[in-house]
């Protein structure tokens, strides 16, 4: 199991288009749209909520994006027979399943760890190294339910409707969880949807360390939920997956 | 004990197996044994039920009806124990890993694995380890299957037409390496559409076509069967008597020309030369596979 997860992380970090999309877009964009941003704060106190809120948004993305069409990149090694050639050798298919997910998640660690560093160096406040390593932690953990739907996808759909349906899907979520615009500055209705999503709390997740806000039990708890959804979901896509093809 | 025994020699069973696809019938009926130790080759046209028979053997596919069984239990069993490995047509790698990492990680998945080297050494893949997968040759990624197949030492072997995409010389050390393999007792079951591979490689030939077996037996009764010649010839005007020559099993005359079905072509040509009689523009022909089995399904109807 351990060799399959080696083997996977391995050929993840090998791969130019997920760095660009994970660390290097979010990046360019967090140092491209802050100095706007924080110009129009009213005192320092708010530049530097702005910018906390912004790197923290930014880092979401990455791993939200990350995780997500990593998780998708599985429809192209269905296609390819590889996933074939897994289920003719003694390793269980539900480990493959579960060892895809680990990797997937995986993601987003370097992806909030870049954002800090470069969050760090602009001026956000961690108060603390260790608030940093947890907000990595908390953005990992939070980044499953994506992985997830991510696989979901990539086990129903051929490498050519997963691609659209993957920039629909990873849009949305990112929309929802306040990364584009302000959850606040969304018109009320949208507002109570949107405190169910997953991408919001997870957000809101590493929003609440930054302002030495207690971690929310019901954040924890939708997040989980949607954990459970997407991984039967991807149980399910996986199971239909193997038996088509 | 004796039971136990006997039940061990069988490295494959199949009982009525039917497989369908809708209204097709993949694979209608088939009853198979194959021994510990034997090297068999599945040897049918393209749709024969080929490469359905045998991803029902792996545990890829159900059958609709029937049985199977991989030394005693079940093709998962014998795949989750790591008894079977297998080269597929249609299973393929994925990118962003090389040769040897590819070979690392099927020498972690099973039990008792072959050391890494011997596996490079053996498929050929010695020179290019460091080599990403998807920078592979088509003959190349077929031999980086062949090791996967092989990294696990298993005790059954199977091969959906492994040498396809690979050249005269990838071929020759492919059957070399595959020889070898079979002297250490393993079992090993290959599809192709070559008779000379079948007959070549193989102890046993088993002929499918519509998915039922139409002949079984060694590659040189199987030859008999489907490699017989065509020795044809002008009449030059002396009509179609006398035609029946030595291994003649089929006549058939076209305007003034003869058409002699032969197993035997070598004696049937010298029969014609030695008789006397006048001919013109002698040919000796081949018969096509195809046309072979379906002379064998013919006869089976």
Redesign the interface.
């Known amino acids: 199991m351990?060799?399959?997860l080696k083997?996977e992380l391995?050929?993840?970090y090998?791969?130019p288009r997920l760095l660009v999309l994970t660390i290097a877009m979010p990046v360019i964009l967090f140092l491209a749209l802050s100095p706007s941003i924080t110009e129009q704060a009213k005192n320092p106190q708010d530049a530097k909520d702005t910018l906390a809120y912004l790197m923290v948004a930014w880092a979401a993305y990455g791993a939200l994006i990350g995780t997500f069409s990593s998780g998708v990149g599985v429809s192209?090694?269905r296609a390819?027979?590889?996933l074939?050639?897994l289920?003719?050798?003694?390793?269980?298919p539900p480990i493959v399943v579960v060892c895809k997910a680990i990797a997937c998640s995986l993601v987003a660690v370097p992806a909030v760890a870049m954002l800090s560093v470069i969050g760090i160096a602009k001026g956000v406040e961690f108060g603390g190294a260790n608030l940093a390593l947890l907000l990595v932690l908390v953005m990992w953990l939070g980044s499953i339910p994506f992985a997830l739907v991510g696989l979901a996808v990539g086990f129903v759909l051929p490498p050519t409707l997963a691609q659209p349906a993957s920039f629909l899907v990873s849009f949305s979520l990112a929309f929802a969880g306040g990364i584009f615009i302000p959850v606040n500055a969304m018109p009320a209705t949208m507002q109570s949807v949107v405190r169910w999503t997953p991408s919001y709390r997870f957000n809101q997740n590493g929003v609440d360390i930054l302002q030495h806000h207690a971690q929310s039990a019901a954040s924890w708890a939708i997040i989980a939920g949607w954990a459970l959804v997407f991984a039967a979901l991807a149980a399910l896509a996986y199971r239909r997956s193997a038996a088509t093809k | 004990m004796t039971q136990a025994a006997v039940r061990l020699t069988d490295a494959v069973r199949l009982t009525g197996v039917t497989k369908t696809f809708g209204s097709v019938r993949a694979v209608d009926g088939l009853d198979l044994s194959i021994a510990s130790g034997e090297t068999v080759a599945l040897l049918g046209p393209n749709g024969a039920g080929k490469s359905t028979t045998i991803n029902m053997m792996l545990g890829l596919l159900a059958p609709a009806a029937g049985r199977i069984e991989v030394f005693g239990g079940s093709p998962q069993r014998a795949v989750s124990d790591g008894r079977i490995g297998a080269m597929l047509q249609d299973a393929g790698f994925v990118p962003n890993a090389t040769v040897r990492e590819m070979v690392d990680l099927a020498r972690a998945v099973y039990a008792r694995p072959l050391p890494a080297e011997e596996i490079l050494r053996v498929a050929g893949l010695t020179d290019i380890a460091g080599r990403r997968l998807d920078k592979l040759s088509g003959g190349q990624s077929q031999r980086a299957r062949f090791a996967f197949a092989l990294a696990g030492n298993p005790n059954l072997l199977v091969l959906d037409e492994p040498t396809s995409a690979m050249d005269v010389a990838s071929r020759q050390a492919f059957w070399a390496a595959m020889r070898a393999y079979a002297a250490g007792g393993k079992t090993i079951l290959f599809a192709t559409h070559y008779l000379e591979e079948a007959d070549d490689f193989a102890d046993r030939v088993i002929v499918v076509a519509g998915g039922r077996i139409v002949a079984d037996g060694t590659g040189a009764q199987i030859k008999k069967v489907v490699g017989g010649r065509t020795v044809s010839f002008g009449l030059a005007g002396t009509g179609g008597a006398d035609l029946w020559l030595p291994g003649v099993s089929a006549v058939d005359i076209r305007g003034d020309r003869a058409f002699l079905r032969s197993d035997d072509s070598d004696a049937t040509v010298r029969a014609l030369i030695t008789s006397g009689r006048p001919f013109a523009d002698l040919e000796i022909a081949g018969a096509g596979l195809e046309e072979a089995f379906l002379a064998l399904t013919g006869k089976e109807a």
């Open positions: 351990l060799a399959y083997f391995r050929r993840m090998r791969e192209v090694e390819a027979g590889w074939r050639q289920r003719i050798t003694p390793l269980p």
